[in-house]
């Protein structure tokens, strides 16, 4: 009876001691988190969303309300006062009932684009629990960091200035949660996820039989055993085309595909996985094949299937490709743990390939392109420098779902022409860089195109590519009108809610091929005929190939 009592009194005061400002402000960013941004969500992810962005438009209430008393601005009258907050509060209240009764029309607006099925209700109740428990987390771990706060500053107060205690309080303060954050949770948690990757990595599935063919990797006379691949390179060498498949395609013999993979554990350093690569390219006779391609593979070691089985098809098996696996973590664990590593395994490896194309006959040399899919897009284009290529330029390169930190990406979408949109920008008529998506293809141009292409494969609604995290204050240009065919019209532009919005899209969002950051076989398709111009392709022959991805699945993992 007691504890009871002292709950019950313990959550009147917690609901008494809520800043009326700050609660209004927080309803009105909890009502624009439930309009939509570029990809549908589910309940419960829209839950945490709507339970951050309350926190978050919580929080900015009360500290603007802290900052205009602290400037001694001028304060209404109590009893004036209370009538604009109750206003304020009534105001918020409608919003956010006039926005839950649309919210399943918003999310309509974007499941429509995308072929999915509508919804006919957001499911309120589910919603309104998940984002209170979310806001009343962040609630008591914020109060608790001001108790803290307080405690510092007293305590400082015996030896300084009140203000200048109650800054240097702060920094103590920030340090330390600093501190427990990252060398506490974030390291076990990473230490957990690290081994579970690495157990991932190593597991070998029994469905996958080892390589009996010699120009295979991980064969009997490769140079690259088949345990050190990891689960990624074992898929990516046993997958693909065989000549049974393109024979009864084309209706003649053709040859088998090179694949050439190297994993995390097939050697020691960048250095030397970068030198077994080459061997092994040499060993099977890549460099004789027309076509080669230098793939970085995403954080796991991933390689896109829907990228990689279409221009095995569109150059009818002569076609060769290496990819070096840098990492077994996911993209965004891999981009935040160790960014230079990725980074470093593309350039070692481009320079070793590159410099050994070069020593090859002009006349009789293959093409040589590079390609990426979100993070391994991302390191790829850090591979080379132009001015190291610029006496002998390659074939060019195709990087899908650009990540928003690519440095070409950022250049070009910078630079592009007047009048184009950002979500495809023209840049210098297209004389070099070309952007499509899954609603066009690259024959967007009356200028010629040159022996050095860049493709980028970007859908409007991926936000991957598209996330900005100048969008807290500051509207992307890619809404502005004309919008990309998937993208809602319905999406409008909200400050801080609107970055976070994306920002969830990014971590925990889905869409089926063709949309977000999922890149169907027909688009790569389009993409791999615009930049490496196969011979021989009639529009039957085209017809035929579309129809036999038309069923393919790609499975993403969730990289930017």
């Given at each position: 009876m007691g504890s009871s009592r002292y709950l019950?009194?313990?959550?009147?005061?917690?609901?008494?001691?809520?800043?009326?400002?700050?609660?209004?402000?927080?309803?009105?960013?909890?009502?624009?988190?439930?309009?939509?941004?570029?990809?549908?969500r589910p309940t419960w992810i829209q839950g945490v969303l709507s339970g951050v962005v309350l926190s978050v438009g919580y929080g900015l209430g009360v500290l603007c309300v802290w900052i205009w008393k602290y400037l001694q601005f001028p304060i209404a009258s109590a009893r004036y006062s209370r009538w604009v907050l109750r206003g304020a509060i009534l105001i918020s209240v409608i919003m956010m009932a006039i926005a839950v009764w649309y919210a399943a029309t918003w999310q309509n607006s974007v499941r429509r684009l995308m072929g999915l099925e509508e919804l006919n209700s957001i499911q309120p109740l589910h919603l309104f629990s998940m984002a209170l428990a979310i806001f009343i987390v962040l609630l008591l771990l914020s109060r608790l960091f001001l108790r803290a706060f307080r405690l510092a500053s007293k305590q400082l107060e015996r030896v300084l200035q009140p203000r200048a205690a109650q800054l240097l309080g702060l920094v103590v303060c920030i340090w330390l949660l600093w501190a427990i954050s990252e060398g506490i949770?974030?390291?076990?948690?990473?230490?957990?996820?690290?081994?579970?990757?690495?157990?991932?990595?190593?597991?070998?599935?029994?469905?996958?039989?080892?390589?009996?063919?010699?120009?295979?990797?991980?064969?009997?006379?490769?140079?690259?055993?088949?345990?050190?691949?990891?689960?990624?390179?074992?898929?990516?060498?046993?997958?693909?085309?065989?000549?049974?498949?393109?024979?009864?395609?084309?209706?003649?013999?053709?040859?088998?595909?090179?694949?050439?993979?190297?994993?995390?554990?097939?050697?020691?350093?960048?250095?030397?996985?970068?030198?077994?690569?080459?061997?092994?390219?040499?060993?099977?006779?890549?460099?004789?094949?027309?076509?080669?391609?230098?793939?970085?593979?995403?954080?796991?070691?991933?390689?896109?299937?829907?990228?990689?089985?279409?221009?095995?098809?569109?150059?009818?098996?002569?076609?060769?490709?290496?990819?070096?696996?840098?990492?077994?973590?996911?993209?965004?664990?891999?981009?935040?743990?160790?960014?230079?590593?990725?980074?470093?395994?593309?350039?070692?490896?481009?320079?070793?390939?590159?410099?050994?194309?070069?020593?090859?006959?002009?006349?009789?040399?293959?093409?040589?392109?590079?390609?990426?899919?979100?993070?391994?897009?991302?390191?790829?284009?850090?591979?080379?420098?132009?001015?190291?290529?610029v006496d002998e330029p390659f074939g060019g390169a195709m990087w899908s779902g650009p990540p928003f930190l690519h440095r070409t990406w950022l250049q070009a979408t910078r630079q592009r022409d007047k009048g184009s949109p950002a979500w495809r920008p023209v840049v210098r008529n297209g004389c070099v860089i070309r952007f499509m998506n899954q609603k066009g293809d690259l024959a967007n141009s009356e200028h010629s195109w040159g022996a050095y292409r860049i493709v980028f494969l970007q859908h409007a609604s991926d936000p991957i590519t598209f996330f900005d995290p100048y969008s807290a204050w500051s509207k992307p240009d890619w809404m502005n009108e004309p919008r990309g065919q998937d993208v809602s019209s319905e999406l409008r532009w909200f400050p801080v809610v609107t970055m976070l919005q994306l920002a969830v899209d990014m971590i925990a969002g889905t869409a089926p091929p063709g949309f977000g950051h999922n890149y169907s076989p027909q688009d790569y398709i389009k993409a791999w005929i615009g930049l490496t111009e196969p011979k021989d392709w009639s529009d039957t022959d085209l017809n035929r190939l579309y129809q036999r991805f038309d069923h393919s699945t790609p499975v993403t993992d969730g990289a930017p």
């Open positions: 019950t009194n313990w959550l009147r005061a917690s609901i008494d001691s809520l800043h009326v400002f700050g609660l209004a402000v927080g309803v009105l960013f909890f009502a624009a988190s439930l309009t939509p941004s570029l990809l549908p949770i974030v390291r076990f948690a990473m230490r957990i996820v690290d081994r579970s990757f690495q157990k991932l990595d190593a597991m070998i599935d029994d469905n996958i039989a080892i390589p009996t063919n010699p120009l295979q990797t991980g064969a009997a006379e490769s140079l690259i055993s088949w345990q050190t691949l990891g689960n990624q390179g074992r898929k990516f060498i046993s997958g693909g085309p065989s000549a049974t498949d393109l024979e009864e395609f084309f209706q003649k013999p053709c040859p088998v595909p090179i694949r050439v993979y190297v994993g995390l554990n097939s050697a020691d350093t960048a250095d030397e996985r970068a030198s077994l690569a080459l061997q092994e390219m040499i060993r099977v006779g890549a460099f004789e094949r027309s076509v080669v391609l230098l793939v970085t593979p995403t954080g796991t070691g991933w390689v896109d299937p829907a990228s990689q089985n279409p221009v095995e098809y569109l150059h009818r098996g002569d076609v060769a490709t290496v990819a070096v696996q840098y990492s077994y973590l996911s993209s965004p664990l891999a981009l935040l743990t160790d960014a230079e590593q990725g980074a470093n395994m593309a350039d070692i490896l481009f320079d070793k390939i590159y410099t050994y194309w070069r020593t090859l006959p002009k006349a009789t040399r293959p093409r040589l392109y590079l390609h990426g899919l979100s993070l391994g897009s991302l390191n790829s284009d850090l591979s080379f420098q132009l001015f190291d290529i």
